[in-house]
């Protein structure tokens, strides 16, 4: 968590203190796809500094949100994933971002950036099962 409080006897004040700070719902929204090494986070958001990145890390791996882990060998990688805590989180980025689509410029220009996070979590937010009863993937 953040040195900065909101220091309010309320759920939000408090999810906010967790993950209101910049970047932050960003990190989780690339680590819903999976266990990501710091480098692919790097890579997935772009503007972001890697001092910035190990702070958000290490606060969210404080906060349980997320653990940090070493992969066996051969890999031997370091990745970040999400605890059930984090996970936990998913119908709300969902649903934030089905509401931030509202503000989203019809066209690309200003090299505006859609990675694979951001444009898994679109598809998932849209997505309508309902809708795709008796479709083949074909």
Do not use: H
Not at 101 to 123: E, I, K, R, W
Request: with cysteine; proline share 6%.
């Amino acid at each position: 968590m953040s040195n900065r409080s909101y220091n309010q006897y309320c759920g939000l004040a408090y999810a906010l203190d967790i993950v209101g700070e910049r970047w932050t719902l960003l990190i989780i929204r690339e680590l819903m796809a999976g266990p990501r090494r710091f480098t692919d986070l790097m890579s997935g958001l772009p503007g972001i500094s890697t001092n910035l990145l190990t702070e958000r890390l290490k606060s969210l791996e404080q906060q349980d949100i997320l653990i940090r882990r070493t992969l066996p060998p051969p890999a031997g990688s370091i990745v970040y994933e999400l605890t059930p805590v984090g996970l936990a989180l998913e119908k709300t980025l969902l649903e934030f971002g089905k509401w931030g689509s509202q503000f989203v410029p019809p066209s690309m220009d200003d090299a505006l950036l859609l990675n694979v996070g951001s444009y898994a979590l679109t598809l998932k937010t849209f997505f309508r099962s309902e809708q795709a009863q008796g479709l083949d993937e074909t």
